[in-house]
């Protein structure tokens, strides 16, 4: 699979997300800001930014495993608490 593959496989599983979903994770993962300044963002609470961003993770992963970007990633995205590599 080509780096190319990899991107559409990708972008097609980020898109099929519901648009709160995404908005999280391009804040988050993308833009790279901390869950605080997230939560203020999108006028939720830190708690309900880190469920909905635990969800985002989640729907990528059961997603991105339906493809072969899935399977060639032997280390699935899991979500963890925050700081830590500790599983939620």
């Known amino acids: ?21 995404r908005k999280i994770l391009q804040l988050r993962e993308v833009e790279g800001l901390p869950m605080g300044e997230v939560a203020r963002r999108l006028g939720l609470s830190r708690q309900a930014a880190e469920r909905r961003w635990t969800r985002a993770i989640v729907l990528m992963t059961e997603r991105l495993a339906k493809t072969k970007v899935g399977r060639m ?14 599983p939620c």
Do not use: C, F, I, Y
């Open 73 to 86: 990633n032997p280390t699935p995205l899991v979500p963890t608490k925050v700081g830590t590599q500790e």
């Open 1 to 21: 699979m080509t780096d190319e593959d990899t991107h559409a496989r990708t972008l097609t599983a980020l898109q099929s997300l519901p648009a709160p979903l």
